[in-house]
C-alpha cells in the first residue's frame, strides 16, 4: 500500500505543521525531509515556506510536496516528541501525527 493509499488521499493536497510545545529538538524530521523542515537556534524544529524560509509563527503550515510525501510521513511517524501533524487541506483531516485517526 503506498504512503497515499494510506492517508485516504490520491494527490490530494496536505500541509504539514509542527506543535513547538511538544518538540524535542531530535532532529528526525530534518534527516527524513531537510526540504521541509529545519531545526532553528532554539534547538526546536519548524517547518520552511514556500520561498524556503521558516516559518516560525505558532501553528505555521506548508504545503507537503508530493515526492516528499513519504519522507514527511515518516517523520511524523517517528517523531519521539509526535509534534509532526500532517493534514488533508480541503477538510483539515490529520492523516499523519498523534491526531491521525
Do not use: N
Not at 76 to 90: D, F, Y
Amino acid at each position: 500500500m503506498s504512503v497515499q493509499q494510506e492517508a485516504g488521499v490520491d494527490i490530494e493536497a496536505l500541509e504539514v505543521w509542527i506543535d513547538q510545545d511538544l518538540c524535542t529538538g531530535d532532529g528526525i524530521c530534518v534527516q527524513y525531509a531537510p526540504e521541509v523542515f529545519e531545526l532553528d537556534i532554539d534547538g526546536l524544529a519548524y517547518v520552511r515556506g514556500a520561498e524556503d524560509e521558516l516559518l516560525q509563527d505558532k501553528g505555521a503550515t506548508t504545503p507537503v510536496p508530493l515526492p516528499l510525501l513519504t519522507d514527511v510521513a515518516d517523520s511524523a511517524k517517528e517523531c519521539p516528541g509526535e509534534c509532526i501533524h500532517v493534514r488533508r487541506v480541503s477538510d483539515r483531516t490529520e492523516v499523519y501525527g498523534p491526531d491521525a485517526e
